[in-house]
């Protein structure tokens, strides 16, 4: 019975590890991937998609090294929150109606919560391997 619980647990963790990556992914290639025109902002913006490279595959990297996926959760948590408050800004200063300024902002800060969630398995996931590593020899 444990065990199933375990195995769930580790399949809900891969798959929301794996949600967020692919919606890092989608945000870099849809919104950054496409050339325009060369200007002022262009280098900004390829350092925003830079950084959300980094942060993907630093969460991707977190199977190798669970010191690897904090950072990556911690830059995916800080990168939706401001985004959350980037986008609510945004539709407030527009004028929409509150159901649009709500479902835009809840969805990057539920994206937040997911990232917490995924910084506590890999603090977990780093607990787990200090226990279970052997002891040093004398």
Do not use: C, W
């Amino acid at each position: 019975m444990v065990n199933r619980l375990l195995k769930i647990e580790k399949i809900g963790q891969q798959l929301l590890r794996g949600g967020i990556a692919f919606y890092l992914a989608s945000i870099v290639f849809f919104t950054f991937g496409i050339p325009r025109s060369p200007s002022t902002t262009q280098l900004q913006t390829s350092l925003i998609a830079l950084v959300l490279v980094g942060i993907l595959f630093l969460l991707l990297f977190h199977y190798k090294n669970p010191k690897a996926g904090i950072m990556g959760g911690i830059g995916a948590f800080l990168f939706f929150l401001i985004s959350g408050f980037a986008v609510g800004y945004n539709d407030y200063a527009t004028n929409a109606s509150f159901s649009i300024i709500f479902l835009h902002t809840i969805k990057d800060i539920l994206l937040a919560f997911g990232s917490l969630i995924l910084i506590g398995e890999s603090v977990k996931e780093m607990v787990r391997q200090k226990i279970t590593k052997p002891f040093p020899k004398r």
